[in-house]
T-cell receptor, first 112, second 113 residues
Framework: KQEVTQIPAALSVPEGENLVLNCSFT??????LQWFRQDPGKGLTSLLL?????REQTSGRLNASLDKSSGRSTLYIAASQPGDSATYLC???????????FGPGTRLSVLP | NAGVTQTPKFQVLKTGQSMTLQCAQD?????MYWYRQDPGMGLRLIYY???????DKGEVPNGYNVSRLNKREFSLRLESAAPSQTSVYFC????????????FGPGTRLTVL
């Protein structure tokens, strides 16, 4: 059974720092991996989607990488801003079924 | 486009009561999903509909039923609510579940007393 973990569970950084969020999954047989952002009391917003054949995706200050063989993905946020404060979740799409498997998330606080 | 909409936003039920959560999307997506989100548990899939006319169980289907009314609408019904169903419920949709991202609704916060 696919399991997804995210470390750390929470992170506080001063504004302007570059930071890395980690996502690990137990089964490398995946179609894709997605990173989402969730603001308090809101739904999830998609940030980046990496197909299994890709190694990384970039959008603005965000860069996500995927290493299927080691079961890891990282989300790099450059020059963090207070507006980046939110919970970040990763999710994998296994090669079977329709289920997406979500990690528990990392709660990020960027301090002014 | 409104994207994915959910009603109601909040609901309080007593144990044993029934209710239906509504979800609609205006993006002509084929697949729709219902998740629940609980502290420390992440999002867990309740039911999904790969295409209009089909529904299948996810990870935690017990106590729930669904209806894919048409391509736009996917409802979730609690027949006899229990305190263990207190949660935040999210609906999501996607065009192609293999290659495309999921778009989420704003959620319904449900409390069962």
């Amino acid at each position: 059974k696919q399991e997804v973990t995210q470390i750390p569970a929470a992170l506080s950084v001063p504004e302007g720092e570059n930071l890395v969020l980690n996502c690990s999954f137990t089964d490398s047989a995946i179609y894709n991996l997605q990173w989402f952002r969730q603001d308090p009391g809101k739904g999830l917003t998609s940030l980046l989607l990496i197909q299994s054949s890709q190694r990384e995706q970039t959008s603005g200050r965000l860069n996500a990488s995927l290493d299927k063989s080691s079961g890891r993905s990282t989300l790099y946020i450059a020059a963090s801003q207070p507006g980046d404060s939110a919970t970040y979740l990763c999710a994998v799409k296994p090669n079977y079924g329709q289920n997406f498997v979500f990690g528990p998330g990392t709660r990020l606080s960027v301090l002014p | 486009n409104a994207g994915v909409t959910q009603t109601p936003k909040f609901q309080v039920l007593k144990t044993g009561q029934s209710m239906t959560l509504q979800c609609a999307q205006d993006m002509n997506h084929n697949s729709m999903y219902w998740y629940r989100q609980d502290p420390g548990m992440g999002l867990r899939l309740i039911y999904y509909s790969a295409s209009e006319g089909t529904t299948d169980k996810g990870e935690v289907p017990n106590g729930y039923n669904v209806s894919r009314l048409n391509k736009r609408e996917f409802s979730l019904r609690l027949e006899s609510a229990a305190p263990s169903q207190t949660s935040v419920y999210f609906c999501a949709s996607t065009w192609n579940y293999l290659t495309d991202t999921q778009y989420f609704g704003p959620g319904t916060r449900l409390t069962v007393l």
